[in-house]
């Protein structure tokens, strides 16, 4: 599996992702999917998958791609580490 995350967008109509662990959810308005060390969540319009790999980790949507969002995996702490942080 590739061991870094690589985006390339073409006209905002195709999105090509290297470093895909998970794809969580798939909509032609929004695809939730988990990256190496990150979550991302891409909206759009008419979003269709064109290619998946998930022996090399490797997503291509197409659509028209209006936004992309990256957020950090946190760790889930139990309830007692976060009262007495």
Sequence with gaps: MVKENILRLVNRND???????????FSPNEVNLQALDCEMKIIGRELQTVKLDE???????????????????????????RIFK
């Design 15 to 25: 999105l090509s992702i290297t470093g895909v662990e998970k794809v969580i959810s």
């Design 55 to 81: 022996e090399n980790g490797d997503l291509v949507i197409s659509g028209v791609i209006e936004s992309i969002k990256w957020s950090d995996k946190k760790e889930k702490q139990s309830l007692l580490k």
